[in-house]
């Protein structure tokens, strides 16, 4: 069955340093694809990065990009030069499946948090 | 162009009552979800929409109802709320089923 885990229930990085939120995902389809979303403390949900599983380089949006290792079943976030507004908790998430039999749903992983220090 | 709205933002119920949630989009998108948040668990489906007049299940269904009479428009109901059901409820939208999903800002749903 398609799971997505992340190892770590928090994080703390000093602002402007790079930082790594970890994600494995275990699918047995082919064709998936692999996302990360942000939620703040006031609660919303906003996409930040795209991966599709055939893609051959990593995906990348600003100071955001995606460590994706396919033998390995890993979509790691990197976020670059953090800031104080990234305090946030990060869900990583799998799509299932593609072509005619893609749905869009997704499954997430339980979420870290990450705390920025000034 | 308001994006994914979502109706009530809090309400409280007592067990046994029902409700509608009732989430809008503006976007022309066709597909469309329902997820619950609780703490610990990231979140979860309930159920989603391919298109209009279409629904069918996720991951965790059981107790819950859901319409899409209009392409705009997805309803999530209760029929008979349980202490189990306290939850975040997030809508989602998307025009490809591949890509990013657009979500309403959540409804705090307690019941009591």
């Known amino acids: 069955a398609q799971k997505i885990t992340q190892t770590q229930p928090g994080m703390f990085v000093q602002e402007k340093e790079a930082v790594t939120l970890d994600c494995t995902y275990d699918t047995s389809d082919q064709s998936y694809g692999l996302f990360w979303y942000k939620q703040p403390s006031s609660g919303e949900m906003i996409f930040l990065i795209y991966q599709g599983s055939y893609d051959e380089q990593n995906a990348t949006e600003g100071r955001y990009s995606l460590n994706f290792q396919k033998a390995r079943k890993s979509a790691n976030l990197v976020i670059s030069a953090s800031q104080l507004g990234d305090s946030a908790m990060y869900f990583c998430a799998m799509r299932e499946g593609g072509g005619s039999s893609n749905t869009g749903k997704l499954i997430f992983g339980q979420g870290t948090t990450l705390q920025v220090k000034p | 162009n308001a994006g994914v709205t979502q109706t009530p933002k809090f309400r409280v119920l007592k067990t046994g009552q029902s409700m509608t949630l009732l989430c809008a989009q503006d976007?022309?998108?066709?597909?469309m979800y329902w997820y619950r948040q609780d703490p610990g668990m990231g979140l979860r489906l309930i159920h989603y929409s391919v298109g209009e007049g279409t629904t069918a299940k996720g991951e965790v269904p059981d107790g819950y109802n859901v319409s899409r009479l209009k392409k705009q428009n997805f309803l999530l109901g209760l029929e008979s709320a349980a202490p189990s059901q306290t939850s975040v409820y997030f809508c989602a939208s998307s025009y490809y089923p591949g890509r990013e999903q657009y979500f309403g800002p959540g409804t705090r749903l307690t019941v009591t």
């Open positions: 976007m022309n998108h066709e597909y």
